[in-house]
């Protein structure tokens, strides 16, 4: 966020645990989308250029790497800190496919099939979770 919300390098470890237990369920930036592209065009006029960077495309990554890869979270656990009601919007299907994370998907298609159907969200999820199991084929 602008500014930071907390310098603290303690504050990142925190938020992975958060994620662990569930009290936080949802992960985003204020950063802009813009392309590296469009952000060159403030190479001349620094008050051009646009704030942030493309966060989006890389929490994932983040995600996994500082939780599940510092064991901090396990792999059913991932799906909450991305906000897995979220990914169908976030294309994400698509995106764990290009970086062939074989692994990150087969977390995220057993934690959605593991859920109980008992309403409508649940059934959507578990659409999702169905949908997500065709691109590991």
């Not at 936080?24 to 590296?36: E, I, Y």
């Not at 929490?59 to 996994?64: A, D, E, P, T």
Request: glycine share 6%; net charge negative.
């Amino acid at each position: 966020m602008s500014p930071n919300i907390d310098d603290d390098p303690q504050t990142k470890e925190y938020e992975m645990r958060l994620l662990a237990i569930q009290d936080l369920d949802t992960t985003a930036a204020d950063n802009c989308a813009f392309s590296l592209t469009k952000k060159r065009l403030g190479h001349d006029y620094f008050d051009k250029i646009p704030n942030g960077f493309n966060g989006v495309d890389d929490r994932i990554s983040v995600i996994w790497t500082n939780g599940f890869g510092k064991g901090v979270i396990t792999p059913s656990d991932f799906p909450y800190g991305y906000g897995y009601e979220k990914i169908p919007a976030l294309d994400a299907y698509r995106r764990i496919k290009e970086t062939q994370s074989k692994e990150l998907a087969q977390s995220l298609h057993q934690n959605f099939q593991k859920r109980n159907l008992q309403n409508n969200s649940d059934k959507q999820q578990y659409y999702y979770g169905q949908q997500l199991a065709q691109y590991l084929n």
